[in-house]
């Protein structure tokens, strides 16, 4: 794992990359946090897609929910960035769509918008 900090306005906005899947399970997810709080002391993070299990785009599973309920319980704010497009599932495009409408969570498309985001969040 990656970790580059991007600096806007005084907030540091942590940028994880990996070759491997970070978000896999709701403990992944945790471990991701402290990890990013240990290493650059920041709560605003940007993961691209294919570093979250497609477990969690799969709303049955209810991984989603329960990752990104301890993302706001432990006071993080997350954007994933990738192609959300090809995603035809309604429940999902709304769940996306409120999400990109909340403080939190956003699913983006690109590093500049996710920047955009976390740094008005």
Do not use: C, H, P, W
């Not at 900090?5 to 942590?14: E, K, S």
């Amino acid at each position: 794992m990656d970790i580059r900090t991007i600096d806007v306005n005084g907030l540091q906005i942590a940028y994880v990359t990996s070759r491997e899947k970070l978000i896999i399970d709701v403990q992944s997810a945790i471990d991701l946090m402290a990890t990013v709080r240990y290493q650059v002391d920041s709560n605003l993070i940007i993961l691209n897609k294919s570093e979250v299990s497609d477990e969690f785009f799969d709303l049955k599973t209810r991984l989603a929910g329960e990752v990104l309920q301890k993302f706001v319980n432990y006071q993080t704010k997350l954007a994933i960035i990738g192609d959300f497009s090809t995603y035809t599932n309604k429940s999902l495009k709304d769940f996306i769509y409120e999400s990109n409408n909340g403080t939190d969570i956003f699913f983006l498309t690109d590093e500049e918008q996710a920047v955009e985001k976390l740094s008005k969040a």
